[in-house]
């Protein structure tokens, strides 16, 4: 068997073929993630103690802290960006007067 013949057996992938290949990765992983939050539920009531409406508390919580961080982050920026201006007009201005 001669190398050349190996290569033309593996024709490579449509975009179709990539595509079905991915959708079905992604429902798996929605399957399997599903599952698990099921499992994690499960887990909760029998050793927590936890209700339905404490599930939903405990996903706020969990995004809460992210977008706290991402709200803290853009005032920062916010900041930083004016400072940088004024600095910049303070230059402009320093300049033109000692001319």
Sequence with gaps: M???DEQ?????????DYRREQEQAEKEFQERDRKRV???KEYARNHGGATPDDDDNV???RVS????KQQRLKT???????WLVLLIVAVYL???FLD
């Excluded at 920062?76 to 004016?82: E, G, P």
């Design 76 to 82: 920062r920026l916010n900041w930083a960006i004016f």
């Design 65 to 68: 802290p992210a977008d706290s």
């Design 2 to 4: 001669h190398p050349d």
């Design 59 to 61: 996903h706020e919580q």
């Design 8 to 16: 033309d057996t593996h024709q490579p992938k449509t975009r179709a």
């Design 38 to 40: 099921q499992v994690e």
């Design 94 to 96: 320093i300049l033109f």
